[in-house]
């Protein structure tokens, strides 16, 4: 008989209950060209679950699946299910601004609102719920001190967000996702044009939310998976690979692929 599909394992250590998303035989191509092939695994709830692998493998497209961001691409065709919270995120009933409040998104390079710094967290805000001024207030308080941010900026909450740094601009961009409780967050290499110390404060950052939510992060940072993630999926060619607690995943590899890359044999 042919051994099980190593990625497979990850079906059944991470069982159905503690799951927030569940993806099944999904498939994804953009045109006549795949991306995805077949994926099949969960991701854990309030944990961090890392995307790894060569460049054009999939770790985007899988992550932008998440949230339906490829709705907007009319070339994109899809198969299987994703799930959230045993929900199919494409049945008809599921409303996409609300999918999208749930499951917030921070993009690689920081991309804050030309307004306020008050205004970019309380935007999502505004959009969602009439608020009274103080609530508001303590929401965006609130949303900068989860975000490691507030200590830095609470003087000057009504200057430009353009006027903060490149780290502090990222963890603006988390706090206005925050704000409107997500309950994922996923983070599209969101250290990689940022220098190490504003790296650091986004890595202590994505440790700290865990206790809350649920993040899901790519990067091509080998070291960063390790350091903060607990779950680890490699792919390869738009196929789930291996997938393992990252512990394991870096030490212990079942697949020899899986070594090359993150022995940095396979680029
Ligand atoms: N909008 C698009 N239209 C057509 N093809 C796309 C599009 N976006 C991605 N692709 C292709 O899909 C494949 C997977 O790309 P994707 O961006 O998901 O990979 P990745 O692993 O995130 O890469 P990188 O690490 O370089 O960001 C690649 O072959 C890429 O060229």
Known sequence: MPPAPVAAGAVTEIPSAASCFELEGLSLAYGDTPALSNLTLRIPRQRVTAFIGPSGCGKSTLLRALNRLHD?????QRQGHIRLEGQEIHAPEVVVAELRRRVGM???????FPMSIYENVAFGLRLQVAMKKRQRDEVVEWALQSAALWDEVKDRLYDSAWSLSGGQQQRLVIARTLAVQPEVLLLDEPASALDPISTLKIEELIRSLKSRLTL???????????RVSDYTAFLHGGELIEYAATDTLFTNPRLARTENYITGRMG
């Open 216 to 226: 899901v992060l790519v990067t091509h940072n080998m070291q960063q998976a390790a």
């Open 106 to 112: 921070v993009f690689q390079t920081p991309n804050p």
């Open 72 to 76: 907007l691409n009319e070339d994109v």
